[in-house]
């Protein structure tokens, strides 16, 4: 993140996305309890498998303002990284300036990643309901999905708009969850 405005730029972003982002948070009926991201093409643009031991680039501009109005909300957060040693997606989270922020959940391969979120759920005392997860990848959208969290698709990195839409989804699970 050195070199030409790189950390400037991000700063700059991640402001005017906080309040946006806590604006988002505020006018939300309900919360939920923990937002859990997946790391490739979600928070970043790169999948982590594919890097050497440097970031080749940040993260999706908008999510250091997100991360931020979540944690002065008090909503837990963690991140599932796919097929990554834990060593070296706990540097790149470090790297980003998010190191103790986010619950990490390393899915090995030949893993279910339903699996390894009912060891989160266990571990955090959140139920599914009560969970709002970001991927791009539609499969594991699906298989999320399945198991009663409240799912977001995302194409382009996790946004504030993007979290308005989870945040809708989420309040809608819990609606139908009451019988509304």
């Known amino acids: 993140m050195s070199g030409e405005g790189g950390d400037n730029d991000r700063s700059k972003t991640g402001i005017s996305t906080y309040s946006d982002a806590l604006d988002t948070l505020s006018t939300a009926r309900k919360l939920p309890s923990l937002v859990v991201f997946a790391l490739d093409r979600t928070i970043w643009p790169f999948k982590l498998a594919d890097c050497g031991d440097a970031p ?7 999510l250091d303002g997100i991360v931020s109005a979540l944690k002065y909300k008090n909503i837990k957060m963690a991140v599932v990284a796919q097929e990554s040693s834990p060593e070296k997606t706990s540097a790149f989270l470090a790297h980003f300036g998010w190191e103790g922020i986010f619950t990490l959940l390393e899915v090995p391969g030949g893993v279910k990643l339903s699996e390894k979120l009912g060891d989160l759920r266990r571990s955090s005392g ?33 946004t504030v708009a993007g979290l308005a839409q989870g945040l809708s989804k989420f309040e809608e699970a819990d609606l139908d969850n009451r019988g509304y």
Do not use: C, K, W
């Open 56 to 62: 080749p680039g940040n993260p999706f501009p908008q």
């Open 126 to 158: 959140v139920v599914f309901e009560d969970m709002l997860y970001f991927d791009a990848d539609r499969t594991n959208i699906r298989e999320v999905n399945g198991l009663g969290a409240s799912t977001m698709l995302v194409e382009n990195g996790v």
